[in-house]
């Protein structure tokens, strides 16, 4: 059983409290930050990006699980201050070049996700499972917080970790990004992934340790 990890998306934090935020995540042994960078062109926003990571990296110890949102990743993967136990999710949409980045990714001694946008089918994954660390399954379209979760996405959690499983990956993550609420958490978990990236449907409002420690107890049971 793969172990059950929370990523607070970072694009959500409050800028203004972000050391108190991230010693709070210390604190409770959250397992990942999620960064969200986009470019203005694959996601139609903009977003976070090499500065902040950096900066998260020298001051606090919790590995990055950094989320590229932009077109041609295998140009930007070298600015990035990534190293062993940090992920790095490469959208299958925004690149030719797929084996190239998880190479670059793998090189550094991180570990390789790809992600599948909303309608994209977990056939792109096919030829690349036995080289990824994990897949990154979107619920919404790459760009805003605070959307719904789009129909499908359950059952395409369940395919995907059928897909893994049938390639003898068993040991490779599925994590979830976009509408992680307690109620949604708990049918995306029964279907296949360890990995919730927490926004503002369950993390990012009011007290943020309250809020782990229900996340935890409703969808982990722990
Ligand atoms: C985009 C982001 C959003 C968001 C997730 O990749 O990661 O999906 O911040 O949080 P929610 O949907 O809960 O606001
Ligand atoms: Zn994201």
């Not at 619920?139 to 979760?149: D, E, L, S, T």
């Amino acid at each position: 059983m793969l172990q059950d990890k929370l990523s607070p998306s970072m694009m959500c934090a409050s800028f203004f409290e972000l050391a108190a935020q991230t010693a709070t995540f210390e604190k409770n042994g959250i397992e990942l930050l999620h960064i969200d960078v986009m470019d203005g062109s694959f996601a139609p926003n903009f977003a976070l990006g090499v500065d902040f990571a950096r900066q998260l990296k020298q001051n606090c110890y919790i590995p990055l699980d950094i989320h590229l949102m932009v077109r041609e990743p295998e140009k930007h993967i070298p600015s990035f201050p990534i190293a062993e136990g940090d992920i790095v999710s490469v959208h299958i949409e925004s690149t030719d070049k797929p084996r190239e980045c998880i190479e670059a990714i793998k090189s550094r001694g991180a570990r390789a996700f790809i992600v599948l946008n909303p309608e994209t089918p977990t056939s792109a994954l096919s030829e690349l499972l036995p080289l990824i660390d994990g897949v990154l399954i979107m619920a919404v379209n790459p760009g805003f917080a605070g959307q719904k979760m789009l129909p499908g996405t359950i059952e395409k959690i369940a395919e995907t970790r059928r897909l893994l499983d049938e390639a003898g990956r068993g040991d490779a993550e599925i994590e979830v990004d976009g509408n992680v609420s307690i109620e949604n958490g708990i049918r995306m978990r029964g279907a296949g992934a360890n990995i919730f990236v927490l926004g503002t449907a369950a993390l990012f409002r009011g007290d943020l340790e309250a809020n782990i420690h229900a996340f935890r107890d409703e969808v982990f049971g722990s």
